[in-house]
């Protein structure tokens, strides 16, 4: 498409409502308007390139120039670019996507359940949540539990579960059956002279109050990402897992594992739950399922859910939900590519050759005096950002020291996302080599070391 950079500023400023942005800034910066994409490298409408650090929104794993997707797509739509799955119609697509996906899904997992984003598996985790407990007889066991900077996307319940003051401050969430526990962020909350494994003591002791505060007879499941995402790449802290379950397990409240970030290889392992010896009910993925080419997610769920939903559409007639373009079967033809894909070219193999040097370029920059920790697992990484390293004292909201620094890795031909807390996010597609490893850092510590020492010079 032909692109004339100063008509997109001036429609777009006129026309788009954009998400997670500065709506009145916008209208002086304009937008950033991307037009092309090759590999792990994106170009602007002026013919900028950058190297997209975020995988766009943690999600383009296989790079954005991906022929067979491409193929995959133009050959459904030609076969047939509509069908549902409701009322016991099916497809090829749907078919041999959810016997694929169960097959490499997190144990437990049997059956799966198609939607369009990562939003509205949540959502309808949630209500499988509910509606389980409904047919189980337990109808005050309803509340939700997830942890204070989890990201659960933006619906009214899965917003709710978000618990990040800027997504649900004047949108009137959370709604009152969501509550939150600690996050487990032991750089930013572990006490002085404990391990990470009091730590995790610690936090599951507090989860036990605060379901014991609510009634056990009222929580009907705990949401968790393996690896909280967009709240600031947060690494459980060893054995947090495996104590949060035993309370779980203790007060028969469902485990949710939020999977739509860390699912399909991103911590180096198929799963988050494979790397942290999670044992879930229920499992929500989207982004890397279609390497983000066309929207779909899924909610899976294991059998014991299963057999009770069994009994509830005998009960009613009917499962009764579903949405019009859940399982659709381009979006489902395209995953199901990206499925043969990753195991075509042994797409964890790959990580896992890549990660070891992508950590260790990560934790040269623990040198700067602006790095407090620079933590990471797979390729899936974060600088958290300290004005003084001994206290580790935060800056100023003022000073926006992530956003600078996010900024001059964009004028550097660098994406990487500035994330609540002051952190740096880095998520690059998965497909990335070792040199394209070196070409990030090389940029980010250019980046870090200018915004160092103009933060410096302010303060
Ligand atoms: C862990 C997690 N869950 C849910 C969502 C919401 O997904 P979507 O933006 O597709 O609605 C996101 C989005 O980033 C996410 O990171």
């Not at 494979?274 to 879930?280: A, L, Q």
């Not at 373009?325 to 790959?350: F, N, Q, W």
Request: with cysteine; charged share 20%; net charge negative.
């Amino acid at each position: 498409m032909v692109s004339n950079p100063n008509s997109n500023r001036t429609s777009d400023i006129a026309y788009a409502l954009h998400p997670y942005t500065n709506l009145a800034a916008h209208e002086e910066q304009g937008p950033l308007v991307i037009t092309q994409g090759d590999g792990i490298y994106v170009w602007d409408d002026k013919g900028n390139q950058y190297l997209e650090g975020l995988a766009g929104l943690w999600c383009v794993s296989l790079g954005f120039s991906e022929t067979r997707l491409a193929d995959a797509a133009a050959r459904q739509f030609a076969d047939l670019p509509y069908s549902h799955t409701f009322a016991h119609r099916s497809t090829e697509p749907v078919i041999e996507l959810s016997e694929r996906l169960i097959s490499i899904a997190p144990s437990g997992m049997t059956k799966a359940f198609f939607l369009n984003s990562g939003s509205e598996a949540i959502d309808t985790a949630i209500k499988f949540a509910w509606y389980y407990n409904n047919g189980r007889g337990l109808r005050d066991k309803k509340k939700i539990i997830s942890r204070l900077r989890g990201y659960h996307g933006v619906t009214v319940a899965g917003g709710s579960l978000t618990a990040i003051p800027l997504m649900q401050n004047d949108f009137d969430l959370p709604l009152d059956r969501m509550k939150q526990t600690d996050t487990p962020n032991f750089y930013r909350f572990g006490e002085a002279g404990e391990s990470e494994e009091a730590f995790s003591t610690r936090l599951a002791n507090s989860l036990e109050q605060l379901i014991l505060q609510e009634g056990p007879e009222t929580v009907a499941a705990f949401v968790a990402e393996p690896v909280m995402g967009a709240g600031g790449v947060i690494l459980p802290p060893a054995t947090y897992f495996q104590k949060i379950q035993v309370v779980l397990d203790k007060y028969d409240i469902l485990l949710v594992a939020d999977e739509v970030i860390c699912g399909f290889g991103r911590t180096g392992n198929m799963w988050g739950c494979n790397t942290y010896d999670i044992r879930p009910d229920m499992v929500t993925c989207a982004k890397q399922l279609s390497s983000g080419y066309l929207p779909i997610s899924a909610v899976m769920i294991s059998e014991k859910i299963y057999d009770v939903f069994k009994e509830q559409s005998r009960k009613h007639g009917a499962f009764g939900m579903g949405y019009t373009y859940g399982g659709h079967p381009v979006s489902c033809a395209v995953a199901l590519e990206t499925l043969k894909i990753y195991e075509e070219r042994d797409m964890i193999g790959h990580v896992q050759s890549v990660a070891p040097h992508f950590l260790e370029r990560l934790s040269e920059l623990s040198d700067s005096s602006i790095v407090g920790e620079a933590r990471g697992v797979g390729l899936i990484a974060a600088l958290e950002l300290v004005s003084d390293k001994s206290s580790r004292a935060q800056f100023s909201p003022e000073a926006k020291a992530a956003a600078a620094i996010a900024a001059n890795a964009l004028a550097r031909g660098l994406v990487v996302r500035a994330l609540p807390g002051d952190v740096i996010g880095i998520c690059p597609p998965l497909i990335i080599e070792n040199t394209q490893v070196d070409e990030l850092f090389d940029k980010l510590a250019a980046a870090v070391t200018e915004t160092e020492g103009l933060l410096r010079k302010a303060a």
